[in-house]
Structure formats: C-alpha cells, structure tokens
C-alpha cells in the first residue's frame, strides 16, 4: 500500500517543485543499525524528502532523530512505543497506529470486568517492550492493580531469562500479559507450549497477533484462554473514511501486483496504516 499511495499520487498528478516523487523502499528487519545505514544510503543518493517507517519501535527513536536532524518528517505506521509522542524529543516525527498508551484503558477495563487483580507481565528488551510494560505499569499502580512478576524475554538470545515454568508454578496469578512483537510473540507461546503452562490454566493477553500457521496442528487445542490486543481501523467502529481513494489504492494493487492481493476484505490493517501514513505524508508536502 506504501506502493500504491505514491503511483496514486501520480495519477492525480501531484509534484514537488515539478517533479513527481519517486521512492526507495528498504526492509530493516528489526535491526536499528540496518534502518539507519539503509536510511543514510537513500539520503546520500537522492533527495530524500521524508520516510515512511519505521515499522519498529527500536528503529523508530533513531530514525526519527535523524530525520529531526535532516529537517525531513517520518511518518511511522506500526511504531508504538510511548515516549514517541515526545514532541521535544521527535518533533519531527509522527504515526497513524496509536501509541501504546492508549491500549492501558482497556486493559484496566478488562480488569476490572473480570475482577483480576493481579498479573504477569512478559516483555522484549527493547524500546516497544520496556514502553509498553511502563505505560502498563503506571496504569496498575493508579487503579490499584499489581504486577506480580516482571519477565524479560531476550531478543538477542531469543530466550526468556529465568525458569518460567516455575514462575508460573510458584505464583497465584493466572493472567498473563506478553507484550512482544509478532516474531517474539510466537517465540515465547513456543516456549510455553512445550512447558504446557498455556490453557487452560492461564488467561493469556497478547500485544500482537500470531498466525495458526506458526504452529504444529496438535498444539491447536491447547491455544486457548488467549486474548489479543490490536489496533483497527476506523471502519470496524463505523468512523468515516475515504472510500473512493482507498478503492482506486486497491485497483492500483491488483494492477500491479495481483498475486499478493489478498482481495479488500482481507488486507491487513497495517497495510492500509502504511497506505496512511504515505498519503498525509505526500499531502503535507
């Protein structure tokens, strides 16, 4: 959709400074150090004149300075980490997915509904899983509610650190939270699966959305008790929305790419994000 936003840009004919706007696309992967070089490369070679992305909080707090310090904005579509929002620290820099801020009125809702008290909190060790597990934090502790235990999943050694099994074991709680990327995510219910501490002994709640696919079929039964906590777009909730533009961005896709079009009732939310986040960039230009 990033794609099909700027082809779009051209049939109805917008320039700068008289010239269509061309594109460099690079995936990054997670790796910070990648979406700099990849960043830097772009710049050097062309007349960068603003960046759709990162995807990754980790990328985003890098890359965002760097475009503070280009005078370029960069527009994110999947990066959620809090302290983002910091107009002092980023001012150039901007989202169309909500900060993970907001995801903590329902989670305490949740909470509330159901009379838990407590949790377990399983975070990446990164900016994405120390901001949100902060934000999480802070909403706990102003409605009375209590984390039991705090445990880091290590991205580098794609292990969670201490015996999670005896975590689990040792304490009364049975409502986990895991706020973790999609990858990690799947890693870490791996993990859990194999220790057989999944359901129906623990409510599970996810940051992320994790396919079937990831999975041995025989585990199926046994991935209960989740709940999964996502942005959506604004048709779910009946909000308006640009109906003439985002079917002529689907013609575009088809055109192009026809194999990949899942068909428009099936395109993934952070797909029409980054559609998003390239259009209010193309249009503030």
């Keep these: 959709?990033?794609?099909?936003?700027?082809?779009?840009?051209?049939?109805?004919?917008?320039?700068?400074?008289?010239?269509?706007?061309?594109?460099?696309?690079?995936?990054?992967?997670?790796?910070?150090?990648?979406?700099?070089?990849?960043?830097?490369?772009?710049?050097i070679t062309t007349n960068v004149i603003g960046i759709v992305g990162p995807a990754y909080s980790r990328e985003a707090s890098i890359i965002a300075a760097f475009a503070h310090s280009d005078n370029i904005p960069a527009t994110s579509y999947a990066a959620t980490e809090p302290d983002l929002s910091d107009r002092n620290a980023y001012p150039n820099f901007y989202r169309t997915v909500t900060s993970d801020t907001a995801v903590t009125l329902?989670?305490?809702?949740?909470?509330?509904?159901?009379?838990?008290?407590?949790?377990?909190?399983?975070?990446?060790?990164?900016?994405?899983?120390?901001?949100?597990?902060?934000?999480?934090?802070?909403?706990?502790?102003?409605?009375?509610?209590?984390?039991?235990?705090?445990?880091?999943?290590?991205?580098?050694?794609?292990?969670?650190?201490?015996?999670?099994?005896?975590?689990?074991?040792?304490?009364?709680?049975?409502?986990?939270?895991?706020?973790?990327?999609?990858?990690?995510?799947?890693?870490?219910?791996?993990?859990?699966?194999?220790?057989?501490?999944?359901?129906?002994?623990?409510?599970?709640?996810?940051?992320?959305?994790?396919?079937?696919?990831?999975?041995?079929?025989?585990?199926?039964?046994k991935l209960i008790g989740m709940l999964i906590l996502e942005p959506i777009i604004g048709s779910v909730v009946n909000a308006p929305f640009n109906t003439i533009l985002l079917n002529a961005a689907y013609q575009i896709w088809q055109q192009y790419e026809p194999e990949t079009f899942p068909g428009p009732t099936k395109v993934d939310y952070y797909a029409l994000f980054a559609f998003d986040a390239t259009w209010t960039l193309i249009q503030s230009l």
Excluded at 18 to 26: D, H, L, M, P, T
Excluded at 143 to 156: G, P, T
């Design 1 to 43: 959709m990033f794609k099909a936003a700027l082809i779009l840009s051209r049939q109805y004919n917008i320039k700068i400074d008289g010239e269509f706007i061309g594109w460099q696309a690079a995936q990054t992967g997670g790796n910070a150090i990648g979406a700099l070089r990849s960043t830097c490369q772009a710049v």
């Design 106 to 221: 329902p989670i305490v809702k949740l909470f509330t509904r159901y009379n838990w008290t407590s949790c377990i909190i399983i975070y990446q060790n990164d900016e994405f899983g120390s901001g949100g597990t902060e934000v999480i934090s802070n909403a706990f502790s102003e409605n009375n509610l209590i984390i039991s235990k705090l445990v880091v999943f290590d991205i580098a050694t794609q292990h969670i650190r201490g015996d999670l099994k005896d975590i689990l074991s040792t304490t009364s709680t049975r409502t986990i939270i895991v706020w973790a990327d999609d990858y990690h995510t799947s890693l870490i219910l791996q993990i859990v699966l194999n220790f057989h501490i999944l359901g129906p002994y623990f409510t599970w709640i996810l940051s992320s959305t994790v396919s079937f696919n990831s999975f041995n079929q025989t585990m199926y039964t």
